[in-house]
């Protein structure tokens, strides 16, 4: 019998090309970038990057900040790395050191810190805002720059709030004022609006880039159908232990589950420390194997950091060692987001970078 002690995390790069290749397609004329920041999501952005472009043909990159773009820079000469969070004193080094880096400029006081530490061979993208309100330029912020300053960039660059949402107000409304912003300051310039989501919703929304994220990481960034893309990701963990529970006994932590009938509990080595959201205590699923069978299991009692305990009274042929699995092609990561009262990007992302995971993959053909 095999005994193992830590959770399995399995990555399928084949899948996460191919998403990579469809998106592409869907995405018709416009270029399709890849968005790796954050680690790519927790897969391995140096991976992930390197894949993309050697078997992708993929030149165009984005990440949150320039030190994680000077982490795979080396792995993709030729392509362009766009920085989202922009340049400031923290980055500028990264900036002046490798002219691939590529700042996206969100407020005025960012671009005159640009313009005080200009670099040549740079020209910078703009990030305007239609209606999120978060990172951008406001109307009134354009309107106070004078045609030289607005010459400096290379693109114009916004983002959907609701693009998850096809029949959304705000997608129209974004569109509409992104369209009347760009075609009055940036009129000759190339233009990206939509990440993942955007795409999705037709190519009025593409314009000429679109930034290929959770979609192509395998979350259904179009919830309103049936998820198109592949699953990249697989967790499971061992069961370290399965035991009778008598009527009337307590489970977990602050003993938020009492068996109202003898039941079969079996303790899985995995927890919130792994990643897995403890709001999932007394309503998560698990699934395992046996027989040939896949049994559907609850999560009873609080998780905690480093186990889960569930209900297999229903479950013959259990052993010691078997594997549970989390999420897999029958429950994703956007399934255990929606049980968990959050999103699959979060989960992805704290998963995907945890250290305790034993990491397999399934690399691209």
Not at 182 to 196: G, I, R, T
């Amino acid at each position: 019998m095999s005994i193992l002690t830590r959770p399995i995390l399995e990555i399928d790069f084949g899948n996460l090309l191919d998403n990579y290749q469809q998106l592409r397609t869907i995405a018709g004329k416009a270029t399709a970038a890849a968005v790796v920041k954050d680690d790519a999501y927790g897969l391995g952005a140096r991976e992930v990057a390197q894949m993309l472009y050697n078997k992708g043909g993929c030149r165009h990159f984005f990440v949150a900040h320039a030190i994680e773009a000077d982490r795979i820079a080396d792995l993709i000469p030729q392509a362009k790395i766009y920085v989202l969070q922009g340049i400031g004193e923290d980055s500028l080094e990264l900036f002046q050191r490798n002219r691939q880096l590529i700042p996206v400029i969100g407020s005025p006081q960012m671009f005159a810190f640009w313009k005080t530490h200009k670099i040549s061979g740079i020209k910078p993208v703009i990030q305007i805002e239609t209606g999120l309100n978060r990172l951008g330029f406001r109307e009134h912020e354009l309107k106070a720059m004078d045609e030289k300053d607005l010459g400096e960039f290379s693109m114009v660059l916004s983002h959907l709030a609701c693009g998850d949402e096809k029949d959304h107000f705000m997608n129209t409304h974004q569109l509409e004022n992104f369209d009347s912003l760009k075609n009055l300051y940036f009129p000759d310039v190339p233009a990206s609006l939509s990440a993942s989501d955007g795409v999705f919703l037709g190519e009025k929304f593409h314009w000429d880039m679109v930034r290929l994220g959770a979609a192509m990481y395998g979350i259904n960034t179009a919830p309103y159908r049936p998820n198109q893309m592949k699953n990249v990701v697989r967790i499971k963990a061992p069961v370290l232990q399965i035991e009778p529970l008598p009527k009337g006994d307590f489970v977990g932590y602050s003993a938020t589950y009492r068996a109202s009938s003898e039941r079969k509990i079996a303790i899985v080595s995995i927890g919130y420390g792994d990643g897995i959201p403890r709001s999932l205590s007394n309503v998560g699923k698990v699934f395992f194997r046996t027989h040939g069978q896949l049994h559907e299991a609850r999560m009873i009692g609080r998780i905690s950091m480093d186990n889960i305990i569930c209900d297999v009274t229903n479950i013959d042929g259990l052993e010691v060692g078997d594997m549970a699995f989390l999420a897999d092609n029958f429950y994703t990561l956007d399934d255990m987001g929606r049980d968990a009262g959050t999103i699959s990007y979060e989960i992805m992302s704290r998963v995907g970078k945890n250290t305790r995971f034993i990491r397999t993959k399934k690399s691209a053909s």
